[in-house]
């Protein structure tokens, strides 16, 4: 033995016996166990196994990681934008911050589900973003249905759009509304929970036969049978058809039911299978103010008595002026002191005239045919006279009479054929009623009570 190896072998227990040491050799021995576990068969490798240290992990109970710039959330975000008068979805989107090729690809996927010819004024969309870009456009164009356009997600596809729409669904069921005239036919009926759709169509049925401005009278009775709508809560989200009314101006009742006749036309009709609708309206102008009535008075510009076979109607300059019925014009154009004029053949020898209008509905010419409600006019002051106002006559076989007499013609009656059919369906709606809550005025006060126990819900 050399005298190096002498000297080692002497010194050997003391190098051992430190600590640095002993975790040096356990360290190596626990390299020769797991080198001896992956070769069992006992075979020897050239192969030096290096132990490397372990790889840094997160420490993810750090309160601060949001605060890092790595781990900042994206700016989430959305904005309500609606569509102008004359406006397009394009341009509108393009003014909340896209471009021009994005918002075209919006509209192409929106288009799958909504025609934009269908958008109108006053609209409004819910346009998401992160940061500064789009990503979703919510459209709800009814309470039953609500589109969804989304952009693509998967890399590589972000200039794709999707969409789809929900259909809400809603339960339907029948109310009924029953009153008296307190302090007009629209307040006393929402009052008691009609919605204005039901109201307004109310209206329409009667507008032939009725003067709401003079007719109606503190005490007149009246009915309105409806469906509504409600959601899971049982909130009225929706008006559904007006199936029946009833109605006693001047103590006169008159009642209508719903019915669909054979080409599918709905219109409403009395017991007797005559239509609500008559020949000619008796008011042309809706909401205006009776000025002069039918019969012999002082003229306000010619200072003398002198007939005044027709009507007169105060209204706004530029007012909307109905035609009282279908038929032919016979002329529009300036008429003596009529100023602006138009007369209307109808059928059964009966001509309607209007007085010192402002101007012509477009198309409205001699020889145009007109239908029942449309627009031919507008209120003026052309001619003699002293204010905006609409002068109307009812000729009948040449002679004037009273519009005021045009509230006592019938309906078109349904033809024989269609009878049983409206029967059976007044018959259904009959019943509807008979199982229906009621919604009543109580008879001391203006408050509404219920004629059983609750509202359906």
Do not use: C
Request: avoid cysteine; charged fraction near 25%.
């Amino acid at each position: 033995m050399t005298p190096i190896l002498s000297e080692l072998s002497h010194r050997l227990p003391d190098v051992l016996h430190r600590p640095r040491v002993r975790k040096g050799l356990m360290a190596a021995a626990a390299v020769l166990v797991v080198a001896a576990v992956a070769m069992p068969d006992g075979s020897q490798s050239s192969v030096v196994s290096e132990v490397l240290p372990p790889e840094p992990t997160l420490d993810i109970s750090r309160f601060d990681m949001a605060l890092d710039a790595d781990f900042a959330a994206p700016a989430l975000s959305s904005r309500t934008v609606e569509l102008k008068p004359g406006d397009n979805l394009g341009p509108m989107l393009q003014r909340a911050g896209m471009s021009g090729g994005d918002a075209h690809r919006l509209v192409q996927a929106f288009s799958e589900e909504f025609s934009p010819r269908r958008l109108r004024a006053g609209q409004s969309f819910d346009l998401h973003f992160d940061g500064d870009t789009v990503t979703d456009l919510t459209f709800k164009p009814s309470v039953e249905k609500t589109v969804f356009v989304s952009r693509a997600q998967s890399s590589g596809e972000s200039d794709a759009w999707s969409a789809h729409s929900v259909e809400a669904e809603f339960r339907y069921e029948t109310l009924s509304v029953r009153s008296e005239v307190r302090n007009s036919l629209y307040v006393d009926a929402t009052r008691l929970g009609a919605p204005d759709k039901v109201v307004a169509q109310f209206a329409n049925i009667y507008e032939y036969s009725v003067d709401f401005q003079r007719d109606i009278q503190p005490g007149d009775a009246f009915e309105i049978f409806f469906e509504v709508a409600r959601d899971h809560n049982g909130d009225i989200v929706k008006a559904g058809d007006l199936l029946y009314t009833s109605f006693s101006p001047r103590g006169k009742t008159t009642d209508y039911w719903l019915f669909q006749d054979a080409k599918g036309r709905e219109n409403y009709y009395d017991e007797k299978g005559k239509t609500a609708k008559r020949k000619l309206r008796a008011t042309p102008v809706n909401g205006a103010r009776l000025s002069s009535s039918y019969g012999k008075r002082k003229h306000p510009i010619l200072g003398y008595r002198k007939m005044h076979a027709g009507v007169d109607f105060a209204a706004p300059r530029g007012t909307p002026i109905l035609a009282a019925g279908s038929g032919t014009v016979e002329r529009a154009n300036r008429y003596g002191s009529f100023g602006n004029y138009i007369r209307i053949r109808h059928t059964d020898g009966y001509k309607t005239a209007y007085a010192h209008l402002k101007g012509f509905a477009r198309g409205v010419k001699k020889g145009a045919y007109v239908k029942q409600d449309q627009v031919i006019g507008y209120v003026g002051t052309t001619g003699r006279s002293t204010g905006p106002h609409l002068h109307y006559e009812v000729h009948h076989h040449g002679k004037k009479i009273n519009p005021r007499r045009l509230s006592q013609l019938s309906g078109k009656p349904l033809s024989k054929a269609q009878r049983p059919a409206f029967d059976a369906r007044r018959a259904e709606i009959e019943a509807m009623r008979a199982s229906t809550t009621v919604v009543e005025a109580a008879p001391a006060t203006d408050s509404a009570v219920l004629s059983s126990a609750a509202l359906p819900r």
